[in-house]
T-cell receptor
Framework: EADIYQTPRYLVIGTGKKITLECSQT?????MYWYQQDPGMELHLIHY???????EKGDLSSESTVSRIRTEHFPLTLESARPSHTSQYLC????????????FGSGTRLTVV | QQQVKQSPQSLIVQKGGIPIINCAYE??????FPWYQQFPGKGPALLIA?????SEKKEGRFTISFNKSAKQFSLHIMDSQPGDSATYFC?????????????FGEGTQLTVNP
């Protein structure tokens, strides 16, 4: 049973649409992350948050935005989806100042047509 | 640039074999080196982790070997089983001002044949 939930699991959407990928965790973790996973497996950090009202961009440039209004919720938004946004998006959370143990959600597989 | 390099990209072994996955890093500020296991349709899950002042750590059939001077570490899976077939990621953790961040290797797709 997952303590971090991502919805939807799969999404096929047309170019130009606005989409929001949801991520919620029930563990009270202060740190949350969004990763983009290539078809070739590699994980790229695109956004992270160390607490409410704190968000930072990750290593991979992304046209998406995030918000952290509540501890448990970290949604990712694409204002205008493009085919290049087609990917798997993974949300994760962790706690503690030096935690290396991330809990990942099962991901959202996004296809933009 | 890729801060954690992982090899091989894919690996096929027979049941009972000992697959070995290798990783190398450059940043000496990394303070923990975890391994994650990912099954199809799931997110990665923490498998085992090691600190840089320890040369080896075992948890069940999984062993991490760490060579600090060479800046390399590896995962060994003893008596591998078909259920171990998954993608494995090494990672390195670095403490930042407000918390820590993980940098992942490129991943290794392991297949254990029955």
């Amino acid at each position: 049973e997952a303590d971090i939930y991502q919805t939807p699991r799969y999404l096929v959407i047309g170019t130009g649409k606005k989409i929001t990928l949801e991520c919620s965790q029930t563990m009270g973790h202060d740190k949350m992350y969004w990763y983009q996973q290539d078809p070739g497996m590699e994980l790229h950090l695109i956004h992270y948050s160390y607490g409410v009202n704190s968000t930072e961009k990750g290593d991979l440039s992304s046209e998406s935005t995030v918000s952290r209004i509540r501890t448990e919720h970290f949604p990712l938004t694409l204002e205008s989806a493009r085919p290049s946004h087609t990917s798997q998006y993974l949300c994760a959370s962790s706690d503690g100042p030096t935690s290396y143990g991330y809990t990942f959600g099962s991901g959202t597989r996004l296809t933009v047509v | 640039q890729q801060q954690v390099k992982q090899s091989p990209q894919s690996l096929i072994v027979q049941k009972g074999g000992i697959p070995i996955i290798n990783c190398a890093y450059e940043n000496t500020a990394f303070d923990y080196f975890p391994w994650y296991q990912q099954f199809p349709g799931k997110g990665p899950a923490l498998l085992i982790a090691i600190r840089p002042d320890v040369s080896e750590k075992k948890e069940g059939r999984f062993t991490i070997s760490f060579n600090k001077s060479a800046k390399q570490f590896s995962l060994h899976i003893m008596d591998s089983q078909p259920g171990d077939s998954a993608t494995y990621f090494c990672a390195a953790s670095e403490v930042w001002t407000s918390g820590s961040r993980l940098t992942f290797g490129e991943g290794t797709q392991l297949t254990v044949n029955p």
